[in-house]
């Protein structure tokens, strides 16, 4: 399939730094679908299907300090392909997918201090696989995905506090599967996908208070699908997955999502052709991206990881002129003074939230009565992104 790379009224461009992949120690079990996700420094990767092309009931943990797999106590439920799962509130949130003969609507928490599942209250919508989950606070939301009857559209709110579902706003898009999903700078997004003979391009925002669907710009890229997802310092990821011919692309694609301009920005692309449903996880500045099936139909065990990092917060998008932050480390105020036409500045915590934001015409955010640690400025034109920096808040 030929790479396509469409410029149009987006701002979109390729980030051509140095930054490369890095081998790390193989995978236990090569596998498409994992249920994959970071807790307390560490990575797992849950169920899934084998190389056999049977649905797993298995688990691992990655160290990255010692660059080392543990294999775990097998999940408790019934063994699965086509699941999804999330973090939220220091525990792993998982279910859904399907066994040989079932679709499934189970949920599950897992507690990583101790290696414990939970089986919490399935949810109230029709049992499904490759559907959408994504995490804010203490709540839950899932959706789309394929049932019995076909592609859904439907969306679901889990509250973590009293176990409970409820029903939300469909999506206004039409009904899909294997769409790519994140929670960026405190807002939930979702789009793409496979529904019916189509591969989407479409993007939306669910506002979680109003209950409200936005129709976002179109992914400027290729149409795809059955990929992996992740978020970091405010911005929303998507990494691999197959074209819009549901074949692999020539390059494992990795864009990022700036949810303050809708805007996207290509990065690196990880070694190889594209994979169908791989995994992925974020351990402090890296990512980590595993599994899925590659074009010659081979389940790949290999771990490979990025520095993002760098790439998000030391990087500026477009150098127009002097953008100057002060003082650094800062106490009570950081100030900042520019030669740019600036709108808007705003600052984000390690986390992806946004804590603050004012006019830049301020040229003063107070800060005193943050928590210490490190944060993200961002300073925003009226159309674009122009810088993003590091800041250390210190009492």
């Not at 298995?58 to 990255?64: R, S, T, V």
């Not at 300090?65 to 086509?82: C, E, K």
Request: glycine residues 10%; hydrophobic residues 35%.
């Amino acid at each position: 399939m030929k790479k396509l790379i469409i410029l149009s009224a987006l701002i979109v461009s390729f980030v051509t730094d140095a930054q490369s992949w890095v081998a790390k120690a193989d995978a236990p079990a090569g596998r498409h679908h994992p249920i994959s996700f970071a807790l307390n420094g560490k990575g797992y990767a849950i169920t899934g299907t084998d190389s056999t092309g049977q649905p797993t009931d298995d688990a691992f943990e990655y160290n990255p300090i010692s660059d080392t797999w543990n294999v775990l106590s097998d999940f408790p439920g019934l063994a699965r392909s086509y699941g999804i799962g999330t973090v939220a509130s220091g525990k792993a949130y998982l279910g859904f997918g399907a066994t040989d003969t079932a679709y499934l609507k189970d949920f599950w928490s897992f507690d990583p201090s101790n290696g414990t599942y939970t089986q919490l209250t399935d949810c109230g919508c029709s049992s499904r696989k490759h559907p959408a989950m994504i995490s804010m606070g203490n709540r839950i939301y899932v959706g789309l995905g394929n049932d019995l009857t076909g592609d859904k559209n439907d969306w679901w709110l889990y509250r973590i506090d009293d176990d409970t579902w409820t029903q939300m706003a469909n999506l206004p898009g039409l009904g899909r599967h294997h769409p790519y999903m994140f929670n960026a700078g405190g807002e939930v997004f979702v789009g793409l996908g496979h529904g019916g003979p189509t591969i989407f391009k479409d993007w939306y925002k669910l506002d979680t208070i109003s209950n409200t669907w936005t129709t976002m710009n179109q992914f400027p890229g290729e149409g795809r699908v059955a990929g992996t997802q992740f978020n970091m310092h405010g911005y929303g990821f998507i990494l691999s997955g197959d074209g819009d011919d549901h074949s692999s692309m020539d390059t494992g694609e990795m864009w990022r999502y700036n949810p303050a301009n809708d805007t996207w920005l290509e990065f690196q692309p990880h070694p190889g052709n594209s994979r169908w449903a791989p995994g992925s996880f974020v351990i402090n500045n890296e990512v980590f991206f595993f599994g899925g099936v590659n074009s010659s139909s081979n389940y790949p065990n290999d771990l490979l990881s990025f520095d993002i990092a760098s790439a998000t917060v030391g990087f500026d998008e477009k150098v127009l002129g002097s953008i100057n932050l002060y003082p650094n480390p800062a106490k009570n105020y950081i100030s900042w003074e520019f030669a740019e036409p600036l709108s808007e500045v705003v600052l984000i915590n390690t986390l992806g939230q946004v804590i603050k934001s004012c006019k830049a015409e301020l040229k003063q955010m107070n800060v005193k009565n943050l928590d210490q640690g490190v944060y993200f400025v961002q300073f925003f034109s009226k159309d674009d992104i122009l810088k993003t920096t590091k800041v250390m808040i210190q009492h």
